[in-house]
């Protein structure tokens, strides 16, 4: 019966933790330079901004996945066979193309490996990459624009109205700790 009563406290004591410290815990999971310097200089601005390319072009897994997915150098190379080939940074992406490597990208996001978030069920609620990602279309460097830690999701989550498939309007989406912590 102690044992159980102090491994309860324990849990306690954790859950509280975790809820109050979500920003410091979590910040072991956020890179200490917010705008990374990745191998191919590539500009979102020129990109997404200028060009209009719309986030899931290269993104492709956004709306089906968990994940976003980090475009494959064969999608950059659709364009790039023809675009822009004598740029330095055009001349570094063929080069990852004929070694058949794929580019060791930074991730300016990531989240711990205990968290599920499915991009796929946010898109089709509707979000825009943009209201966790910041304006990228603006950015040529991309830099983190939100902490994503607990808080800040809940926030979000408390306090939106969003449309359903259906076409009806609701409020946050309810949630439970089971939804996000796997």
Known sequence: MQRIFLGAIVVVIAITAGVTGAKNISSKYIFSEIAPTQPINFSHKIHAGDNKIACQFCHIYARRSKVSGVPPVQRCMGCHK????????????????????????????????????????????????????????TMAKVRKENELVMGWCLECHRNREFTGPDGIKRSGPKWDCWDCHI
């Open 82 to 137: 023809v675009e822009r080939v004598d740029s330095p940074e055009i001349k570094k992406l063929t080069s990852y193309w004929i070694n058949k490597k794929p580019i060791p990208w930074i991730k300016v996001y990531d989240v711990a490996d205990y968290i599920y978030f499915p991009h796929n069920r946010h898109i089709k609620a509707g979000l825009r990459c943009q209201e966790c990602h910041g304006p990228v279309e």
